[in-house]
């Protein structure tokens, strides 16, 4: 977008919302535009994923009508947890009690370009960006979910059906590595672990994933650590989650839907 830093680093956001629609419409507008996302379909599932200190968000949109853990007590609980700007989301006017512990509220329907120039208003320019750190990094400092370009070479090249065949098989092949990982680094068999990294780099790599592909690369490349390595296992799932939701917003049933760009 016009006027941000080519570096900035958007925010990660934690979406709480018990209506999937709603949910699933907005992680996927943020996911195609970039963002790490997570999402929850309660208050008690939105706690859990802070407690599984593995995604940090730096921004929580939650509904204010949810059954079970909802309202003030949740954003009580959620500040408890996380120092991230919360923002609730509703249909309807918020109770005052709602307002006043939140830092802000947005009424639905949320329009895709509200919602991102929102976000973007919470993008930081890293003090050395670009500056190399070393293997180990923090989740927010994720690529974006695909690159679009390759999407359109590979439309291109063959059939759409084609296509979504190849994207389906990297998802497939994703979710199959976590079982062999998992058990490579309970018995410290630092060859597979690297051998696994390897081929999500590789495979990835080769059909845009960047997401999945970056994992893949600090996995590979951080078997001298295997508790860190380990702390990647749920943002690869993320990853997978995140393409497969790229997958089912980009392409039709009829195969005709354009390549979308995660940067616009």
């Known amino acids: 977008m016009p006027g941000i830093h080519p570096n900035r680093r958007l925010p990660s956001v934690l979406i709480i919302d018990d209506d999937m629609v709603s949910r ?7 996911t195609m535009s970039g963002y790490l996302v997570q999402t929850a379909s309660g208050g008690d599932e ?3 994923v802070l407690d599984g200190e593995s995604f940090y968000p730096d921004v929580i949109l939650m509904d204010t009508q949810m059954p079970g853990l909802s309202g003030t007590e949740l954003i009580n609980q959620l500040r408890a ?22 830092d802000g509220f947005l009424m639905k ?3 895709p370009e509200a919602l991102q120039r929102l976000l973007e208003s919470h993008a930081t320019i890293p003090r050395s960006a670009g500056a190399s750190t070393g293997p180990h990094i923090v989740p927010d400092s994720l690529p974006p979910v695909f690159d679009p370009k390759v999407v359109a070479q590979l439309r291109d ?13 990297v998802v497939a092949d994703l979710s199959r590595r976590r079982a062999p990982l998992e058990e490579a680094l309970n018995i410290g068999d630092l060859a597979t672990v690297r051998r696994i990294g390897h081929s999500i780099k590789g495979g990835c790599s080769m059909a845009g994933a960047l997401e999945a592909a970056r994992i893949g690369e600090l996995i590979e490349f951080g078997v001298d650590d295997l508790e860190y390595i380990r702390s990647l296992l749920p943002l690869l799932e993320t990853a997978t989650c995140n393409l497969q939701r790229m997958l089912d ?13 995660p940067n616009e």
């Open 81 to 102: 947890h996380t120092t991230a700007t919360i923002y609730a989301i509703s249909g309807s006017h918020a109770p005052d009690s709602v307002i006043r512990g939140v």
């Open 46 to 48: 939105s706690l859990a």
């Open 249 to 261: 917003a980009e392409f039709s049933p009829q195969g005709s839907a354009p390549a979308m760009n």
């Open 157 to 169: 090249m063959m059939k759409e059906s084609a296509v979504r065949e190849i994207y389906a098989a």
């Open 109 to 111: 329907p949320i329009g």
């Open 24 to 30: 699933e419409v907005m992680a996927t507008i943020l």
